[in-house]
């Protein structure tokens, strides 16, 4: 009789997903628990991003040809007190002038910010989240893990909330057409247009896409440490500093509207 005994089988580690870039966009959104372990695991985040991109320009493309900027300002100017204020002592000309410049100017900030725009918010939420994550939880994912969690948090739903907006600017009346609400997604978007601008950008932070968006990082994060740190807790650091923004935002709002 052999006295060798036969060793223990290794357990066979769990798959953490793919790492095809699209294949992980869509995981994200039907099957986000093992895609963002995927993500922790082997971080990515251009392909998103650029996506987004695309969007995004599209999106302002089809509001130029369909909406126009010049209606956008007239809307804009009648939301802001302080415009308001400052037209009631400029002449007819004065005021066609402005709105010229502000039209002029509008196009070209719409198109720089749907690239660099975009680039620059996910450096600064990957790394208020990243810092937040290191303080509040003790975990220390690396900035490119923060990145491509971010990153694919936020394309899934920008997708869907990307094609709800194309398919608004060609079914809706243009004169209706809000490109700061252009997916009525939040609470905001359903308040009359002489609504403080401070509350309608406080609810306007009640919004299904943010907190699709939170729910989605929540995943990514707890993927870094999952033993650590529970997709409930994340959830909860994501929410709070979601609010402490808010209010950040929502008192720069009263301080210059």
Do not use: C
């Not at 095809?20 to 985040?45: C, D, E, M, Q, Y």
């Amino acid at each position: 009789m052999s006295d060798v005994t036969t060793p223990a089988a290794m357990p066979t580690p769990e798959p953490v997903g793919n790492d095809n870039a699209f294949s992980r966009i869509l995981g994200v959104i039907i099957s986000p628990k093992p895609t963002f372990a995927s993500i922790a695991a082997r971080p990515t985040w251009i392909v998103p991003l650029i996506i987004m991109m695309i969007f995004s320009l599209t999106t302002i493309y089809l509001f130029s040809q369909r909406v126009g900027w010049r209606s956008a300002m007239i809307r804009q100017n009648e939301q802001s007190e302080r415009a308001q204020k400052q037209m009631e002592n400029m002449t007819p000309e004065q005021r066609d002038q402005m709105l010229d410049t502000q039209v002029k100017w509008a196009s070209k900030i719409g198109y720089i910010a749907g690239v660099f725009g975009l680039f620059i918010a996910l450096l600064i939420v990957a790394g208020v989240l990243l810092l937040g994550f290191m303080v509040i939880a003790g975990i220390r994912p690396t900035y490119s893990q923060a990145m491509g969690i971010v990153a694919h948090a936020w394309v899934g739903p920008g997708i869907i909330a990307g094609l709800l907006g194309i398919l608004i600017l060609f079914l809706k009346d243009p004169s209706t057409v809000d490109i700061n609400s252009l997916v009525a997604s939040n609470v905001g978007a359903f308040m009359p247009d002489d609504t403080a601008k401070w509350l309608k950008t406080l609810l306007g932070s009640i919004d299904i896409f943010a907190f699709w968006n939170m729910l989605l990082m929540a995943f990514g994060f707890s993927a870094v440490e999952p033993k650590r740190l529970s997709v409930g807790k994340a959830f909860g650091i994501v929410l709070s500093l979601f609010i402490l923004w808010t209010l950040i935002k929502t008192g720069l709002a009263a301080a210059f509207s």
